[in-house]
């Protein structure tokens, strides 16, 4: 059975791997992910907030003056809050790539285009074999515009593009008024990947100490679903790799993911919840269907089920949606 498949221009024996989260910040973990047959290691992001503080020298300054200072300190995140510092992560970054043998593809979270970009240099430099792009921003600017929101996140996307040669694959949200749009403009930008999607932690609020509790709730399949539905929009139809995060917690997941035309699927949650060696699981099931139904490769398997062959996919989506609600019988 032939599961290989390419994303962002590797060839990989399978497209299983884990996605961006604190299991790579422990080196034996990392080594049970690739013995359990990872296609690649994704690092967690790192946080331009961090880069910041550590461009304006203020880590050490904030420590000391907090209470003097606290609308400034409220505004970044404690350094504390943080699993790894910018020189630990391109540290951990080097020990990672000379432990494994598959490709490891590094994390940059940011907002704006500042300094923090040039830290995609020193990643390249580090070690990284390629680069993902999480673009983690809420438009809560009651007078910034959608196109606003787009450009810049093209803008973050260029000033990488010109300090870096790696590919580089942007881990987009699904909250955009024309995402298809989006996602071909970036493509024609210079990205060379694209990750649907990223999941916003959505915060709780304690009624009663009436405060914000922040809140992490791991995914569920049913995420996935959404996943499915623009990953089917945007294969065959955009010149660029599909990665899909989010929802992917056994192997009919990710054949869904693949049948709708994904080229790399990234666990996280049920990684943390079942260990490293689960992505075996995954892939042994996932051959194992393949060749009950006749499968002779992933190739032939994927965006099967995509919308690239419908004349009007936006009519078979509605057409759909229609179906569903006249459906439903209680």
Do not use: C
Not at 113 to 129: F, K, L, P, S, T
Not at 167 to 185: D, M, T
Not at 220 to 240: D, F, P, T, V, Y
């Amino acid at each position: 059975m032939d599961l290989s498949t390419t994303y962002l221009g590797f060839r990989l024996p399978h497209p299983l791997m884990p996605g961006a989260s604190p299991m790579v910040d422990h080196l034996d973990t990392v080594k049970r992910l690739e013995d359990a047959g990872a296609a690649a290691i994704v690092m967690h992001s790192l946080f331009e907030e961090q880069l910041v503080q550590e461009q304006l020298a203020t880590i050490h300054y904030l420590e000391l003056h907090a209470e003097s200072h606290v609308e400034a300190v409220s505004y970044f995140p404690r350094p504390s809050e943080f699993t790894l510092g910018p020189e630990q992560y391109l540290e951990q970054l080097a020990r990672i790539k000379a432990a494994v043998s598959v490709p490891v593809i590094a994390s940059l979270n940011g907002t704006t285009v500042g300094g923090w970009v040039e830290y995609a240099r020193r990643i390249q430099e580090a070690g990284a074999d390629a680069l993902e792009l999480n673009v983690y921003y809420l438009a809560t600017n009651l007078k910034e515009p959608a196109a606003a929101v787009e450009h810049r996140t093209f803008d973050i996307l260029r000033a990488i593009k010109r300090v870096v040669t790696l590919p580089i694959a942007v881990k987009l949200s699904p909250f955009f008024s024309s995402l298809g749009h989006f996602a071909a403009e970036l493509v024609a930008v210079g990205a060379d990947g694209l990750v649907l999607f990223n999941r916003f932690y959505q915060p709780d609020i304690d009624i009663e100490v009436l405060d914000v509790a922040p809140r992490l709730e791991l995914s569920s399949s049913s995420e996935l679903l959404l996943r499915l539905r623009w990953l089917a929009m945007l294969s065959g139809r955009i010149n660029a790799s599909l990665g899909v995060t989010g929802g992917v917690h056994t192997a009919a997941d990710a054949i869904k993911a693949l049948m709708a035309g994904a080229d790399a699927v990234q666990m996280v949650s049920a990684l943390l919840l079942k260990g490293p060696g689960y992505l075996r699981t995954v892939r042994e099931e996932m051959e194992r269907w393949m060749e009950e139904h006749e499968y002779d490769s992933l190739q032939q398997m994927r965006g099967s089920m995509n919308l690239a062959r419908s004349p009007d996919p936006s009519a078979f989506e509605r057409a759909n949606y229609i179906r569903i609600l006249q459906g439903w019988k209680s």
